[in-house]
């Protein structure tokens, strides 16, 4: 089965600097990649995702990029502010397999 | 206008006793799951069921059972709970089968087993 792994597990950041989160895949049949950020008390809630026919990805301060070839992709968030605090998921899947989860990245954002 | 709602959002109950856990979505999708979300914040599928037949039943004791009464609608009762079953159980939502599109998660059902 498929196998994913997010790095780093924390990271805090000063408001205005970048963040980066990266995970790794396996399975190479994988071709969907969500990425999931979960507020204190809530549900996780999608920010961002791409498919395997895109390399890249932005939706104002955050992009997601993907690697095929060595796979693995990652999420950027630009000028952080103290409400990006969260913990952040990435994902793996193809059609009618579940969603693989990395293990989760908590981003502190310090004002 | 909640997406997927679950009910209780908190539950206490004593080692032993048996407890369900209610979910529903308004979105009109075909595909539900339920995940347990640990301590150490990892996300765990258990169940899906796509028009109301299951699909994916991942390694759960079978004190768990999922029940699909209609599309909207995804239960999970839980038999003779243990001390770790304590932990947020999610339930999500997809217009699609598994692994196609995004999941709408709900505000998750947070277990407690004393």
């Known amino acids: 089965g498929e196998n994913v792994e997010q790095h780093p597990s924390t990271l805090s950041v000063q408001e205005g600097d970048s963040a980066v989160i990266k995970c790794t895949y396996s399975?190479?049949?994988?071709?969907?990649f969500p990425w999931y950020k979960q507020e204190l008390g809530k549900g996780p809630q999608l920010i961002i995702d791409?498919?395997?026919?895109?390399g890249e990805k932005k939706d104002q301060r955050i992009a997601v990029t993907l690697n095929k070839t060595a796979k693995h992709f990652s999420l950027h968030i630009t000028e952080t502010q103290p409400e990006d605090s969260a913990v952040y998921f990435c994902?793996?899947?193809?059609?009618?397999?579940?969603?693989?989860f990395g293990t989760g990245t908590s981003l502190t954002v310090i004002p | 206008d909640t997406a997927v709602s679950q009910t209780p959002k908190y539950l206490v109950t004593q080692m032993g006793n048996d407890k369900s856990i209610k979910c529903e979505q308004n979105?009109?999708?075909?595909?539900m799951y339920w995940y347990k979300q640990d301590s150490k914040k990892f996300l765990k599928i258990m169940f899906s069921y796509n028009n109301k037949e299951l699909i994916i039943n991942e390694t759960v004791p079978n004190r768990f059972s999922p029940k699909s009464p209609d599309k909207a609608h995804l239960n999970l009762h839980i038999n003779s709970l243990e001390l770790g079953d304590s932990a947020v159980y999610f339930c999500a939502s997809s217009q699609e089968g598994p692994g196609v599109n995004e999941q709408f998660f709900g505000p998750g059902t947070r277990l407690t087993v004393l």
């Open positions: 979105l009109g999708h075909d595909t």
């Open positions: 399975d190479s049949a994988s071709n969907y």
């Open positions: 791409i498919r395997s026919n895109v």
């Open positions: 994902a793996a899947s193809s059609p009618g397999n579940q969603f693989y």
